[in-house]
């Protein structure tokens, strides 16, 4: 994507803030689901400022209504890369979305030299397929990442994570008892937004002690 274009974004949180956020959603819903937009609405009230965009195959299904797949992984990153340029002072930024979205931000955060990563719910390999793993470039990741992860992911699970060789870089918050979407099951004695208070606890926790 030619670095010209420019993508709509929501905003939420303070203009002033220290720190702004920039998350990419996952392949199936759009920047403003329910998901994102409590968790761009939980950031905003820690004081930072939240930046929520979509790449250009969600742009199109916003304009005329039509699913389709996402985009090819280069279109993707371009488009993130094309983000952060569009908001600048990435020395400010931290990059990340849910699923697809912050596994997108994870291989250009290196590279664009931001001050942190947001991962929430990584896709380690493609359910029921565990060796197909996604993990080759966060052995070596050197920005400051926190990964959010449901307990249930089925995307990933506490046992498989353990034996990928993940970056020192990466840190993780077990979502307890969540699947890819932090929700709890009935029988937990837990709700979707306790996870979600807890995430952000430990996102703005993540941001304040981890060099970010």
């Known amino acids: 994507m030619p670095l010209d274009i420019v993508c709509d974004i929501i905003w939420n949180g303070p203009k002033t803030a220290d720190l702004t956020i920039v998350l990419a959603h996952g392949a199936g819903a759009p920047m403003d689901s329910p998901f994102m ?12 400022r939240v930046a ?3 790449f250009p195959y969600m742009a199109k299904r916003r304009a005329d209504g039509t699913k389709r797949p996402p985009d090819r992984a280069p279109v993707l990153i371009d488009t993130f890369r094309n983000v952060i340029n569009q908001i600048g002072s990435p020395e400010s930024l931290v990059i990340g979305g849910k699923s697809m979205g912050g596994r997108i931000a994870s291989m250009v955060a290196d590279e664009m030299k931001v ?31 926190l990964i959010c992860h449901g ?23 077990w979502v307890e008892d969540g699947n890819h979407d932090f929700t709890p099951r009935k029988n937990s004695g837990r709700d979707a937004a306790q996870n979600l208070h807890d995430c952000g606890v430990a996102i703005d926790s993540f941001l304040q002690n981890a060099g970010a």
């Open 52 to 54: 929520r965009f979509e």
């Open 151 to 173: 307990t249930r992911d089925p995307f990933g699970s506490a046992d498989e994570i353990a034996t990928y060789g993940l970056s020192r870089a990466i840190s993780i918050h």
């Open 37 to 48: 937009t409590d968790m761009a609405t939980w950031l905003a009230t820690c004081g930072y």
């Open 115 to 145: 001050k942190a990563l947001l991962c929430l719910g990584y896709p380690f390999h493609p359910t029921g397929k565990p060796e197909k793993r996604r993990v080759e470039h966060l052995q070596t990741l050197n920005t400051p990442t």
